[in-house]
């Protein structure tokens, strides 16, 4: 299932992308007085799982059949919200791919590298992004987006994979002359609007391998990023087992899983553009969509 948050009467709405448009599951819901217990946030539907997943289906059965056009929305008439809207935790990877440790020139981790961000970051599909006056280097970072969906603590390797409920594509902006202004990458990280994601939460059912995704990201129409996450360190298995041991995860939490080569920090400091107002960025995941954000002042 690929749902989506979006705005309406200034509230994030919860909708479905189906063939017909996309649904709009509060207005469904009234439509349909026997479909009484149906998740109507994105919270409720991870918290749900499989069983939410199937009463969702049903609905957009119901919808499609009863020919009522107005309970669908088309894509370019939304104000699209980030796809999870209430994360308890927004934890990141740093430096997991092998190509882009080495263009860091950094040593590959023995273990992965966790910071976090705060929900101030978090924006959504479209969604216009203010460079900060205090920041002239601001990076991209293509990134596959991890959402636990049910309470997982010493979780195996083996089943790791069984706490998630989806993943989505992420962009892991990064102030790099704030990142690197201490010891502490925070300040340079959780900025306004620097963890964009979406367009859509995919559940887990529709993604065969996420270690082996293609991921890439372009500025303006040109490519700067190009991998796959098959080059990734520590793979999700491994990312959720290790956090697992240390933190209870819980239904709604966001693991960003770390950017391939082709960062702006990488390049020579002569050929270095870093995003300037009016750039435009496109994060694409292989199956999960493509993100796109505009940069404003």
Not at 19 to 43: C, H, N
Not at 274 to 296: H, K
Request: with cysteine.
């Amino acid at each position: 299932m690929r749902t989506l948050t979006y705005r309406k009467n200034h509230q994030l709405k919860l909708g479905i992308k189906t063939e017909k448009g996309i649904l709009d599951v509060e207005k469904a819901v009234g439509s349909f007085p026997d479909m009484t217990v149906v998740p109507r946030t994105t919270f409720e539907l991870i918290q749900a799982g499989s069983k939410g997943i199937d009463r969702l289906e049903t609905l957009v059965e119901l919808a499609v059949k009863s020919g009522e056009g107005d309970l669908f929305n088309l894509e370019e008439n939304l104000e699209f919200g980030p796809c999870v809207d209430q994360p308890g935790k927004i934890i990141c990877i740093g430096l997991n791919y092998r190509k882009h440790a080495e263009e860091s020139n950094m040593e590959i981790p023995e273990f992965p590298i966790v910071f976090s961000k705060f929900n101030n970051a978090l924006a959504g599909h479209h969604q216009h992004i203010k460079i900060p006056k205090a920041s002239d280097k601001v990076d991209y970072e293509a990134e596959l987006v991890i959402i636990i969906g049910k309470e997982s603590s010493n979780l195996s390797k083996e089943d790791a994979l069984s706490s998630v409920y989806g993943y989505c594509t992420g962009n892991d902006l990064s102030a790099r002359d704030l990142q690197f202004r201490s010891g502490q990458w925070l300040i340079g990280k959780t900025l306004d609007g620097f963890c964009p994601i979406g367009p859509y939460l995919v559940s887990a059912d529709e993604v065969e391998n996420p270690n082996n995704l293609i991921i890439s990201t372009r500025v303006n129409g040109e490519e700067r990023q190009n991998s796959n996450t098959s080059d990734m360190i520590f793979s999700c298995e491994e990312i959720i087992s290790y956090l697992s041991e240390y933190m209870t995860l819980s239904p709604g939490d966001i693991i960003m899983t770390g950017t391939p080569e082709g960062v702006m920090m990488g390049y020579a400091k002569e050929a270095q553009k870093w995003i300037q107002p009016g750039d435009d960025t496109e994060v694409e995941i292989e199956g999960l969509g493509t993100l796109n954000n505009r940069f404003v002042t």
